[in-house]
């Protein structure tokens, strides 16, 4: 109902059809349709409140909200080609961000602000590898559509609505937004189509002559985006800024074009406070000077494209780096502290800062942090790397420490939904397969003394189902106590549970062999249920058994490209690709597939250079 009043406020449109109804389906390949008057929602989106995790309960409005948004966006008016597929999905992404970020009735479904955070930074994992293609994608077969369903179409447009609002003025993208609906609705568009409604509002509320068409182009049909590093001249006392610049590079596979876009500079001080400086016109050239800023006193940390308005990566200089590792969690403002977590961890990514630095960040901050977006944007930065880029040799470690860190900060947690969060962390940096029968005897977590850590407290379904699988996947526990837990879990025999059963075998080292001949089959089980087995595939001795399955993988994985559906081999490549092992050979056996596949097969190149580029970064990290 909420969304329904905002969207008919914002469009200045009622809601088109006659009835809205929710309809959950189980196994539903995507997370939601939206029929008109008629959504369909995955059973993912299912899950009892008790049992119910902060981000889940913030994840289930969203999607509802973007579903509801696709009414006016998409089936009211639908875009006449798939090339044009961003001008229902990003605004779909837009639009359920907006609403749960300006309703005041929606407050409990907190940070809603930090959606754009997602989005954006999701988009520029993609949007800088070899397969990413501009927002407006070129598709020249209906078979080929399915291909740009992906972070450019949803999360990358949506960025730049957000950037173009900040840009050209709230004001103008709704009113653009609300004479493109009226004007078409019932048909179909193409992207002149908005643009022309976006231009004749700019120019109704400004009588420049900024070019609307030049501006879109280098946003709309260019692929991948810019860093910006700041470049400071100071005085000789070091006390004062003279000279303030914007650097701006364009990222890996990105087109090779400088954008122009506004962002807003913050200056922190010794006391943490924040000096905002708004409307910061980033330039389309190279080097942009930001005459406001000269004869400012100098910082103690600075951050660009502070309130994340613009689409691009930040740099820091080095004393902002030391500033932000030991004081972001004393910064007042929860959308730019979850944007410093995101910018750090991708200036590691980006392999100009050491980890270190990162997880200083982190162990400096959790433990205050009063959001929990910003509380999992930290633990799953850690799982990243505790999982994908420690050496194997060093694992053990790192899971300890961030066990230990997990474990801490769910001591202090009193919040249920933050708790059922965090205890899904501790869960899963548990090593120890004697702590977790305990855990599991218990339905609870247990502090060192083996007492519970909240009195009130039960395990979640998803943390007893890890912790059953992983017992499952040693022969350290007695085959018993393993078949007393999954018979304990399984009573009702819903589909969770059947899962549960399918990894467990899988996860059983006896059963290796069985299951990657059915991995190969591919027909025995739905597609979630080959999922539940593939992610505890590898579970007990991991590289041992990368090792011994990698010739077997490169060796089927053509075949299984060739002769199962493409929703099957994506998982299979995904979840199976021995990534984890950071061997070059691996990597080399990945390219000379992909230079020996035929260039019509798109969707199997595609899938063997994002897997290239995935065991390149882990290669380039451990090094």
């Known amino acids: ?175 653009a937004a609300s004479k493109y609906l009226n004007k078409f609705q019932y048909k179909n568009t193409e992207l002149p189509d908005f643009i022309n409604c976006l231009d004749e509002a700019y120019k109704k509320n400004n009588d420049d002559d900024f070019d609307i068409y030049a501006w879109t182009d280098t946003w709309l049909k260019t692929q991948g985006f810019n860093s910006i590093e700041p470049r400071i001249t100071y005085s000789e006392d070091g006390q004062t800024i003279e000279k303030f610049e914007i650097v701006q590079t364009c990222v890996q596979n990105s087109t090779e074009v400088f954008r122009s876009q506004k ?15 708004d409307n910061i016109l980033i330039k389309g050239v190279e080097v942009t000077t930001v005459e406001e800023l000269a004869g400012k006193a100098t910082p103690k940390g600075i951050l660009l494209n502070s309130n994340n308005y613009g689409y691009c990566r930040i740099g820091f200089d080095e004393a902002s780096i ?63 790397y505790n999982f994908s880029y420690t050496k194997p040799a060093d694992k053990a470690e790192a899971y300890q420490a961030s066990y230990e860190l997990a474990l801490e900060l769910f001591k202090k947690t009193e919040n249920q939904h933050d708790r059922n969060s965090i205890s899904e962390y501790v869960v899963r940096f548990l090593s120890s397969k004697t702590q977790a029968v305990q855990f599991l005897e218990n339905n609870t977590i247990l502090d060192s003394n083996g007492n519970p850590v ?38 009702s025999k819903t589909f969770e549970e059947k899962k549960l059963e399918i990894a467990c075998d899988a996860a059983n080292p006896d059963n290796k062999e069985k299951w990657w001949n059915s991995f190969i089959d591919g027909t025995e089980y739905s597609k979630e249920e080959y999922c539940a087995a593939m992610d505890w595939f590898y579970s007990s001795s991991s590289e041992i058994l990368m ?33 984890n092992l950071g061997r070059e050979e691996d990597k080399q056996k990945l390219d000379d597939l992909y230079q020996a596949a035929e260039e019509d097969r798109t969707h199997y190149k595609k899938y063997l250079k994002i897997a290239s580029e995935d065991l390149a970064d882990v290669i380039s990290k451990r090094q």
């Open 454 to 491: 909240h009195e009130d407290f039960e395990l979640t379904q998803v943390s007893r189902h890890y912790l059953i699988t992983s017992i499952h996947s040693t022969h350290e526990i007695n085959a018993e106590v393993k078949q007393k837990f999954l018979e304990a879990n399984t009573a």
């Open 1 to 175: 109902v909420e969304g329904i009043n905002f969207f008919n406020k914002y469009f200045k449109l009622k809601y088109p059809f006659d009835k809205y109804d929710q309809i959950f389906c189980p196994e539903f390949r995507i997370s939601a349709m939206e029929n008109i008057g008629a959504i369909t929602f995955s059973e993912r989106l299912l899950r009892k409140e008790s049992d119910r995790t902060s981000e889940q309960h913030t994840r289930h409005m969203y999607v509802t909200l973007h579903e509801l948004s696709h009414m006016w966006f998409g089936d009211l008016v639908t875009m006449k080609w798939w090339e044009d597929l961003w001008l229902k999905e990003s605004f779909a992404d837009f639009m359920g961000a907006l609403c749960l970020t300006s309703c005041e009735n929606l407050a409990d479904f907190k940070n809603g602000e930090c959606f754009f955070l997602t989005f954006k930074f999701v988009a520029m994992n993609f949007d800088q590898r070899f397969t990413t293609h501009p927002i407006l994608a070129p598709i020249k077969h209906t078979e080929d559509a399915t291909s740009v369903f992906d972070p450019i179409s949803y999360d990358k447009g949506a960025s730049f609505i957000n950037m173009a609002s900040y840009m050209l003025g709230k004001d103008v993208m709704q009113e």
């Open 263 to 277: 962002i807003q500079i913050a200056f922190y001080d010794e006391n943490n406070e924040e000096t905002l400086f």
């Open 322 to 384: 030391e500033y932000f590792k030991e004081n972001t969690q004393h910064i007042k403002s929860d959308l730019n502290r979850n944007f410093i977590y995101r910018s750090l961890w991708q200036y590691y990514q980006a392999n100009q800062t050491p980890f270190e630095n990162y997880f200083t960040l982190a162990k400096n901050s959790l433990l205050s942090e009063t959001s929990m977006n910003a509380v999992e944007v930290l633990l799953n930065s850690i799982s990243k």
């Open 547 to 579: 090792a011994e399955y990698a010739p077997k993988f490169f060796e089927n994985l053509n075949l299984v490209f060739q002769t199962k559906h493409r929703d099957y081999a994506e998982e299979f490549i995904t979840r199976l690709c021995p990534i």
